[in-house]
DNA sequence: TTTTGAGTTGTTCGA
DNA sequence: GTCGAACAACTCAAA
């Protein structure tokens, strides 16, 4: 029994066969190795991940069956494995990414030459990305058809139980330890703010999703916008490592939030919507993290300046909204949906540096870096994506922040050094008076910085260079090769 | 095959 | 200070 990214017990449809087969189950977690195609877990993953496992393991020594840590490609490992024990059946969840979806294909192809069985089942997504199609016979390329299409479906299936108990393999499967994975930090040990924002695992899972569905549901579709509050669902690391399931979150909803408001409800549901619209690009779209979309914008000139982008990733850009959620990453291993829209603009249209390295960065930081995710918003908010923002749109730092963190608070606590400065110009400390400035003890230039592009300048110039490509061919970076519904998912 | 309606998240400008 | 219009042209999806 493989686990990848579904470290769970619950709503597990490979666990529930494996643990209905009655036969003795060793379940493994197989760590690849960086070259094996699949994008490596950044720093702020590999922390959460330690945790996971920790908590996974223990969850299946309750249950009977010792979780068993390997590392290599996985279908050696499954090899060997087979060797061990004598195993007749590898079962799986199913993974979404191009590297997981190659090697899943290899491993399942390899057992059936050899008269193995080998099974593999949803739970990840709601949707097979290879199965959904317009009427046309092709892909979604535009997120409102692409949910309607998918709310039209029936209902997704309610979640499946965790088994209470398995059958043990008689004889002990040597484990590798976790610790010597080495993937928490040390030397610095960073970690001092992922620990105290988070608790990794499936029981910390549930109860961010209690405490969304008590505390945040209603209220939702206006609240989630305003990054003071807590007024997401926070559920995105878990997803990412799934440790909960979107079937899990739909049941919820359907049962137990009777009276919340409609609106709250499906405006949440078309956010986990995005989640699914995010694999299916990426599915009929490999190189979604290293391809524009559009591949008009290859032409775009981005500028190469590893100052400004270093200035940027260490929230020291002079305005107030984007260092705070810069520094929000930092430290807490995450960022409010709306401040990653600001920060992703700034460093896409006002600093014109790509997209690409700030998904990087993103993927390095973010306890919820998602293969899907990541590339396909950071491409939606540069203008390459699937169903592009204008080019003239150009989010303004300053009445965003106004806007959505009208009193500061968001600001004030990430970027502690101008908090004494008034509301009226906490997101703009450049139009203070020198009195305003040396009340609050903010010195620009030394303790918070001058910023580093005018806004009217740096959108100009974003238009303009956003102006240049515009009359270049559109090109799908993956053109027309459509997939046979059979040639489905390993 | 052709036509038609529509497309997450915003900003700026001028009345 | 408020409000509506302009900001482009094009692709997508379905009728």
Not at 49 to 72: D, K
Not at 122 to 149: C, D, I, M, N, Q
Not at 257 to 269: E, N, Y
Request: glycine share 8%; net charge neutral; aromatic share 10%.
């Amino acid at each position: 029994m493989l686990f990848r990214t579904d470290l769970r017990l619950g709503d597990h449809r490979a666990l529930a066969a494996a643990a209905a087969s009655g036969k003795p189950v060793v379940p493994v977690f197989v760590r690849e190795p960086d070259q094996s195609g699949a994008r490596a877990p950044g720093a702020a993953r590999r922390w959460w991940l330690h945790h996971s496992l920790e908590r996974l393991a223990a969850g299946f020594e309750n249950i009977g069956a010792p979780l068993v840590l390997r590392s290599g490609e996985t279908a050696g490992v499954v090899d060997e494995l087979i060797g061990q024990t004598g195993a007749d059946t590898v079962l799986w969840n199913r993974r979404y990414d191009p590297a997981g979806i190659a090697a899943d294909k290899r491993l399942k192809a390899s057992l059936h030459d050899r008269g193995l069985s080998a099974e593999s089942f949803e739970g990840h997504l709601l949707h097979e990305p290879s199965r959904l199609t317009t009427t046309t016979g092709g892909y979604y390329k535009v997120y409102t058809p692409f949910w309607r299409a998918l709310e039209g479906q029936p209902e997704p299936r309610a979640p499946v139980d965790a088994p209470k108990s398995l059958r043990r393999f008689e004889r002990g499967i040597n484990s590798e330890r976790l610790d010597a994975w080495r993937l928490l930090p040390k030397r610095p040990d960073w970690a001092g703010g992922l620990r105290d924002a988070w608790t990794p695992g499936e029981q910390g899972a549930q109860k961010q999703l209690r405490r969304f569905l008590d505390d945040a549901i209603e209220g939702y579709a206006t609240n989630r916008d305003f990054p003071a509050g807590q007024g997401t669902s926070r559920l995105s690391p878990h997803l990412a490592h799934g440790e909960i399931t979107p079937y899990q979150i739909f049941g919820a909803l359907r049962s137990e939030l009777p009276d919340a408001p409609a609106k709250d409800i499906a405006r949440f549901r078309m956010e986990l919507g995005w989640r699914e619209f995010s694999y299916h690009l990426l599915f009929h779209n490999p190189d979604l993290a290293t391809e524009n979309f559009n591949r008009a914008f290859d032409t775009l000139p981005w500028r190469a300046d590893p100052v400004l982008l270093g200035r940027w990733q260490r929230g020291e850009t002079g305005y107030p909204i984007v260092d705070a959620g810069m520094r929000e990453l930092w430290q807490t291993g995450w960022m409010h949906n709306r401040v990653r829209m600001v920060v992703a603009s700034f460093l896409t249209k006002h600093l014109l540096i790509d997209w690409r390295d700030g998904e990087a960065w993103f993927w390095d930081t973010l306890i919820d870096a998602d293969p899907a995710n990541n590339p396909a918003s950071w491409q939606w908010v540069a203008g390459c994506g699937a169903d592009a923002a204008p080019y003239f749109r150009v989010f303004n730092p300053v009445l965003q922040g106004e806007k959505f963190d009208p009193e500061g608070a968001y600001v004030r606590r990430f970027v502690p050094e101008i908090a004494r400065l008034p509301d009226a110009v906490l997101h703009r400390p450049w139009t203070a008076s020198a009195a305003q400035l040396s009340a609050a003890g903010v010195k620009l230039g030394e303790t918070y910085p001058v910023p580093l592009v005018d806004h009217n300048q740096a959108r100009e110039r974003a238009l303009a260079a956003y102006a240049g490509i515009k009359g270049e061919q559109w090109t799908p970076s993956a053109p027309a090769k459509r997939r046979a519904p059979e040639d489905a998912l390993p």
